[in-house]
């Protein structure tokens, strides 16, 4: 029964039910909505307030968490209190921002802040997308002039059969995950994961998963029509006509500034000594003797200007671009000039320089163990993850200087979409045990740096020996929409103003066989299919340009670096596991002790061997298969007589392990007494002729002989040290 005041509506979706409900919950917000799907509940809500003074621009928050209360789980550490977003958290509030922001009217300055929390996780429906979805419910219901509603909604790819809304079981059997957010104009962000997947089949994705964003997009509006939500807040130009006017004449000296030759410091040189003899000259500030009033206004005036002449920065870069010409003198379709370089740092397990135009990375490869994974503990059971990526952004790599602080959200969404782009590629656990860490420095920028740090990802994985599948690059697409009748402009390999000014930033990474991962943010309201299919085209014919370039410096996997951990692995028994670590940890003390080595047990048996510097991982390998080796039936040893008796001699085969010889095995012909062929101590060729029911194992030294082609004779008998 529906509580009082309670709106709800419902969509069948991927097998479960979607729903929306309003009217209880959080009700002095602007918008509040409640969105569950299967067992899993997000609230969302959405405030408008008037903006502060001075701002000139448009202040949006939002705000994701999951509340471990929601799994049933308590905060691990020593304070019981969730603290600072996590990774996932922090990405989920980029991919909620990127699809609204652009939804507002241009020169909006009002305080819009959004927060959504998990309040309920089944662990099978992720909340993230249902995060999405209640951030536009809520600030469609709001009085904010959001131009939405979008819909989100998530994709899968199970055994060669699109997935909508994929649970974490299907996840694991997955090889796309794809996060899609749009409206009935079209889809306006991206965000995808996969595993080379060919563009014509990303397309049948792209267009399969649209269907679902429309329905989204209805069920809200259903929802806002059933509730009556809050009436538009009107927007209306808050710059002067006399200003805009003023502005306006200042258009040829801008776009002189904006195509002077140079560099992109150059340009940024001139641009900025442009506007600020235009401010001097049209907007003269007071004098000392001005009154406060005076003052305000002119305060008033400036920033006015301000946004002005970025609006009409802005036109210029746009009308250069559709007059057929970039404002660095490319093409459309032409790269800028690359530089692939590895080896570039000593000591480390791998390195390399990726440039391209005035974007600069360097990117180093750290090879390292089962004890430097990245453990991951969230709403979910805690799992660690074997590779992972980091990216940093210092201020000088744009030649400014500003507080110097932790990763922001845009570092880690770079740093995590190079990760994505670069996981399908790597080998199997099994083939490369290692744990890798990228770590890439932008030490120059001037537009896709995300891009460079995936192909610079590429050289050092390369550079460290590590056996990736193919080589992976990466490049963003630009657009400038056309206007009346114009056709759009693709812009490849966009730079730092054209990302800007422009209309869009589509990055694709890939091999020569497929995609790995798309980010899209968009400026325009939508991009339809048609768009993002020439989209696909560009960005492969340049991506096997860069992975060209890439393969003429490394063209396969170097060798490991000396200062990198050799690791070597072995599987035993999981019930000689005892046996090898020993009471208390002693026996397995004592094989790293010998060696130098670091020995890593898991639960299924097998073992994991490292160490740096030559032999030390080979010894402890020898040492524990020596210690946990199965005899195999119709295997050679050479083992050691433990004791004689009348019918035969007992002989260690492997540490801890005995089998009997009998007399008539020890060699051809009769044989009186077995002391007249071995003794207590011997070091004697058998082979392993039966091994029963009860684990007992039976040798034979003349099948050893004869297998080995060794008359009586010629056996080798070492006698019992005295």
Known sequence: MPLSGQTRVELEIGGRTLSIETGVIAKQAGGAVLVQYGETVVLGTAVRSNPRPGLDFFPLTVDYREKLAAAGKFPGGFRKREGAPNQKEILTMRNIDRPIRPLFPANYFDEVQIQCWVMAADGQNEPDVLAGIAASAALHLSDAPFLGPVGNVRVGRVDGEFVVMPTAAQDAYSDLDMLLCGHEDGLNMIEVGAYEMPEDEMLKALEFGYGYVKQIVDLIKELREKAGGQEKKVVEDTIPAEIRAKVAEFGPALKAAKTSEGSKLDRQVAVREAISTFKEENFPRPDKTAGVGEQNDWDNAIKAAGVAIHDLEEEITKEIIRGGSRTDGRGFDDLRHIECHTDVLPRVHGSSMFQRGETQAIVTATLGTGKDEQIVDGLGEEYSEKFYLHYNFPPFSVGE????????????????LAEKALLPVLPAV????????????????????????????????L????????PVAGISIGLIQGEDGQEDCFLTDIQGEEDHFGDMDFKVTGTREGITAIQLDLKIRGLSMEQIAKTFELAKKNRVQIIEMIEAEVPGPKELSPHAPRMLSTTIHPEKIGKLIGPGGKTIRAIQENSGATI????DGTVYISAVGGGKAEKALEEVEKLCAEVKEGALYTGTVTSVKDFGAFIEVIPGQDGLCHISE????????????????????VKVILIDEQGRVKLSRRAAMKEEGIEEEDAPKEEAEA
């Open 463 to 470: 550079d460290a020996g590590v056996p990736i599948k193919a």
């Open 430 to 461: 099994s083939d490369f045990p290692y744990t890798v860490r990228l770590v890439s420095d932008i030490t120059e920028s001037n537009g896709s740096s995300s891009m460079a740090s995936a192909c610079g990802g590429t050289l050092a994985l």
């Open 401 to 416: 200087a500003k507080r110097i602080t932790g990763p922001g959200r845009r570092e880690i969404g770079h740093g995590k």
């Open 666 to 685: 020890l060699k051809d012909g009769f044989v009186d007494k077995v002391s007249d062929v071995v003794s207590v101590g011997d070091k004697v060729r």
């Open 600 to 603: 890593e047990v898991e639960e």
